[in-house]
């Protein structure tokens, strides 16, 4: 199983980034995909998640309305959308798959697979 993520660079406060997860190596709609990233000094915090059944995304709070998660089935990919980028949000972004009946996936325990991570920098 691999997990590529792509996308991530420097981009100035304001500004977009979409990040890109693609998934080889598993059947992608058993599974439920997540974005994490860590920080310099700081635990990997949630950011958001696609639940591929129902459709449904979930958002760790503080991020709601900037962040946005989708995904191609036929192509094994989940995208972050990320917009209003703040120096805040600096961090290596990490994308997981999660199985099926795994729950919640807020947390990292529920993820089976992880990406390698992408560097997003943001400069004010």
């Known amino acids: 199983v691999q997990l590529q993520a792509s996308g991530g660079g420097l981009v100035q406060a304001g500004g977009s980034l979409r990040l890109s997860c693609a998934a080889s190596g598993l059947t992608f709609s058993r599974y439920n995909m997540g974005w994490f990233r860590q920080a310099p000094g700081k635990e990997r915090e949630f950011v958001g998640a696609?639940?591929?059944?129902?459709?449904?995304?979930y958002y760790a709070d503080s991020l709601k309305g900037r962040f946005t998660i989708s995904g191609d089935n036929a192509k094994n990919t989940v995208y972050l959308q990320m917009n209003s980028l703040k120096p805040e949000d600096t961090a290596v972004y990490y994308c997981?798959?999660?199985?099926?009946?795994?729950?919640?996936?807020?947390?990292?325990?529920?993820?089976?697979?992880w990406g390698q991570g992408t560097l997003v920098t943001v400069s004010s």
């Open positions: 696609i639940k591929w059944s129902a459709g449904d995304t």
């Open positions: 997981a798959a999660a199985p099926r009946s795994s729950w919640p996936l807020t947390v990292r325990s529920s993820y089976n697979y």
